[in-house]
């Protein structure tokens, strides 16, 4: 599964990232669920306000979910959750552990994404050995309540000629503009409340890939 998530990321697509107080009052599993059978391939479960335990149960259930969809499951920031769940890999941020002591918690298997938001961390990154970057936030957004301040499409365009990992572009990218994104060389594009805050999702999902077209 590695080495397909990796590709994954390499080409054009969508990145699903859980978020329930945008989800219209449905629970992440069942948002999860309409996000694959949207065709989506890669899930990431983001969520910082449950407890432990109900995070444990609820990302459990999505691990199920994502399995029988052949769908990768990326856990942000709680490695030790990943680990006991089995997902495909963890995501962390700059505040969050450093990439060398995760990878020895993780081993080589699970793949570690790393969220930048400057050519310096880009770079540092590639050093630190991580399998892919999120790129961003590329405009404003408010999903995340300690997000630095946009990067723009400059820091992107860095990123395509310059960095040779896979990379997540991520932050306020909404339908009017994934295909502005895209074509700056963006292929894995993630969107949060685009998705989960869409009444239909499968149909928000459709949309989302005909502009990537």
Same mark, same amino acid.
């Not at 990232?17 to 069942?30: C, F, H, M, P, Q």
């Not at 899930?43 to 399995?67: G, M, N, P, V, W």
């Not at 959750?81 to 990878?103: K, T, W, Y």
């Not at 395509?160 to 295909?179: C, M, S, T």
């Given at each position: 599964? =590695?080495?397909?998530?990796?590709? =994954?990321?390499?080409? /054009?697509?969508?990145?699903?990232? #859980?978020? $329930?107080?945008?989800?219209?009052? %449905? ?12 065709? @989506?391939? &890669?899930?990431?479960? %983001? ?16 691990? !199920?979910? /994502? =399995? !029988?969809?052949?769908? *990768? ?6 490695? +030790? ?14 505040? +969050? ?5 995760? %990878?020895?918690?993780?081993?080589? $298997?699970? @793949?570690?994404?790393?969220? /930048?938001?400057?050519? +310096?961390?880009?770079? #540092? ?7 892919? &970057? ?5 405009? *404003? #957004?408010? /999903? ?9 499409? !400059? ?5 395509? =000629? ?12 909404? !339908?009017?503009? &994934? ?9 894995? &594009?993630?969107?949060? #409340?685009? @998705?989960?805050g869409a009444k239909d999702i499968f149909a928000k999902v459709q949309s989302l890939k *005909?502009?990537?077209?």
């Amino acid at each position: 599964m =590695r080495q397909q998530v990796l590709s =994954r990321l390499r080409e /054009t697509g969508i990145y699903g990232i #859980t978020a $329930e107080e945008y989800s219209l009052g %449905r629970s992440n599993i069942d948002v999860v669920k309409q996000m694959v059978q949207a065709g @989506i391939k &890669i899930i990431q479960y %983001r969520e910082k306000e449950k407890k432990a335990r109900l995070r444990y149960e609820e990302c459990l259930r999505i691990r !199920e979910i /994502t =399995r !029988e969809a052949g769908a *990768a499951l990326i856990v942000n920031d709680y490695v +030790d959750m990943a680990l006991l769940i089995g997902a495909d890999g963890v995501h962390i941020g700059q505040d +969050d552990l450093p990439p060398s002591g995760v %990878r020895e918690l993780v081993g080589n $298997e699970m @793949i570690i994404g790393l969220s /930048t938001h400057s050519p +310096d961390q880009a770079q #540092t990154a590639v050093r630190a050995g991580v399998d892919y &970057i999120g790129v961003g936030p590329i405009f *404003a #957004t408010k /999903t995340k309540k300690d997000v630095c301040n946009p990067v723009g499409l !400059e820091y992107l365009e860095y990123v395509v =000629r310059n960095i040779d990992l896979p990379f997540v572009a991520i932050g306020g990218i909404k !339908e009017g503009n &994934i295909a502005t994104v895209h074509s700056k060389g963006a292929a894995c &594009i993630a969107l949060v #409340t685009e @998705i989960v805050g869409a009444k239909d999702i499968f149909a928000k999902v459709q949309s989302l890939k *005909a502009a990537l077209i």
